[in-house]
C-alpha cells in the first residue's frame, strides 16, 4: 500500500495528492498575491484622490491647516507610489 502524504514539514502537497488539494494549496498564494496587489492599488488611488484635493485648496484653507504653497506644490508633484 502506497502512503499518501498531504503534506511535509514545509507545507507543500504531494503530488500523489487529490487535485481538489493540490488546486487549493495553489490557490491560497495566488490569491494572498492578489490581495496584496488589490491593497496597493487601492493606496496608490487613495493617495492620488488626497493630492488632487490638497491641490484644490485655497490659500486660507492652506493657512488653517499650516501648509505653505510650496509644500503643496512638493506633495502634488510627487509620484503616485510614493508616500
Not at 31 to 52: C, F
Not at 73 to 82: A, C, T, Y
Request: charged residues 40%; glycine residues 4%; aromatic residues 6%.
Amino acid at each position: 500500500m502506497k502512503v499518501v502524504t498531504f503534506g511535509t514539514a514545509m507545507g507543500r502537497i504531494g503530488r500523489d495528492a487529490p487535485p481538489r488539494l493540490r488546486r487549493r494549496a495553489v490557490r491560497r498564494p495566488l490569491r494572498k498575491a492578489l490581495d496584496r496587489i488589490v491593497a496597493t492599488l487601492r493606496a496608490w488611488r487613495q493617495r492620488s484622490r488626497e493630492r488632487a484635493e490638497l491641490a484644490r485648496l485655497d490659500d486660507r484653507m492652506l493657512r488653517d491647516i499650516g501648509v505653505t504653497r510650496c509644500d503643496v506644490w512638493r506633495e502634488i508633484n510627487k509620484p503616485f507610489w510614493r508616500s
